[in-house]
């Protein structure tokens, strides 16, 4: 006869699945920071993972504007239920402290990663809100904390200091991570580039630029706007901070810009372009990428 197994066993004999699912509750005192996971595993650096989650809650998420700049995510309820012969009780932690406001890490990362930190993919921050204690599982019921800290976090916002060309309506807007098949996508431009500033103002004919910043990691060649002119340079000298040489001067007015005069301080930027997939979708399903 067959025997009946529940979903939480299936979980865990499941090793063909690509994914490991887990929370990180960081309990107070006695009980200390646990692992719960949907199935067994180990993480690299001696980290003890639980295998009693019953399922990963929904993390769905809002993509918002002016929240700290970062992720503001809903509510999230999820089961730790023990196995008859387990001889850890996860009843027994919540009993020794009191949950509400606890912080609950909700992650993923995929099974042929190292399993460091490092791999792990943050989907969200919640607090403990309340608990449901039963016979042999615990419920939690969570609400949002405004993603912070973490390894790889699930989103991050578009910056100036990171992207200083981007749209005036991009600033604040939320890149997150995409994995699994995603189709029909709207698109969000930024720039990301590099900034540093003139050191002396120029005139529309000079031909190598002084700016007031070091050029350590600055691409060899490319493209620079100063205002509404897009230069080409060839060439950069990192001990005399220039754009161009004598040697190998910049080209002006390319791109048909107009050479004009620029004054000091003026802001100089590096010219780079890159598309990042934005959308509000449903992932059906998880794949290596």
């Given at each position: 006869?067959?025997?009946?197994?529940?979903?939480?066993?299936?979980?865990?004999?499941?090793?063909?699945k690509s994914v490991y699912w887990f929370a990180k509750v960081y309990w107070p005192s006695p009980v200390g920071t646990k692992y719960y996971a949907t199935r067994n595993f180990t993480a690299d650096g001696g980290v003890t993972i639980d295998p009693v989650m019953e399922s990963f809650p929904?993390?769905?998420?809002?993509?918002?504007?002016?929240?700290?700049?970062?992720?503001?995510?809903?509510?999230?309820?999820?089961?730790?239920?023990?196995?008859?012969?387990?001889?850890?009780?996860?009843?027994?932690?919540?009993?020794?402290?009191?949950?509400?406001?606890?912080?609950?890490?909700?992650?993923?990362?995929?099974?042929e990663a190292s399993l460091e930190e490092a791999d792990w993919t943050l989907m969200g921050i919640y607090a403990v809100d309340e608990v449901e204690v039963g016979t042999r599982s615990v419920t939690f019921r969570c609400v949002d904390w405004v993603e912070g800290v973490g390894a790889k976090a699930v989103g991050y916002p578009v910056r100036a200091d990171v992207y200083p060309d981007a749209d005036a309506?991009?600033?604040?807007?939320?890149?997150?991570?995409?994995?699994?098949?995603?189709?029909?996508?709207?698109?969000?431009?930024?720039?990301?580039?590099?900034?540093?500033?003139?050191?002396?103002?120029?005139?529309?004919?000079?031909?190598?630029?002084?700016?007031?910043?070091p050029l350590a990691g600055w691409p060899s060649s490319g493209t620079i706007k100063v205002g509404a002119e897009e230069i080409v340079y060839t060439a950069i000298d990192t001990v005399e901070m220039t754009f161009g040489t004598l040697a190998s001067p910049c080209v002006r007015a390319a791109n048909g810009t107009t050479a004009v005069e620029h004054s000091d301080r003026y802001t100089v930027r590096y010219v780079s372009s890159h598309i990042f997939a934005v959308a509000d979708h449903e992932c059906h399903g998880v794949t290596n990428v």
């Open positions: 006869m067959k025997a009946l197994v529940t979903d939480q066993e299936a979980l865990r004999a499941a090793d063909q929904d993390v769905s998420r809002t993509m918002a504007i002016g929240v700290d700049e970062a992720v503001a995510v809903g509510t999230a309820s999820f089961t730790l239920r023990n196995a008859p012969a387990d001889a850890s009780r996860v009843q027994i932690d919540v009993e020794q402290v009191s949950p509400q406001g606890v912080r609950v890490d909700l992650y993923m990362v995929f099974n309506e991009a600033f604040g807007a939320i890149i997150p991570e995409i994995f699994g098949a995603v189709t029909d996508v709207p698109l969000l431009p930024v720039i990301i580039g590099r900034t540093t500033a003139l050191d002396g103002s120029i005139d529309e004919t000079e031909t190598v630029l002084y700016v007031d910043g």
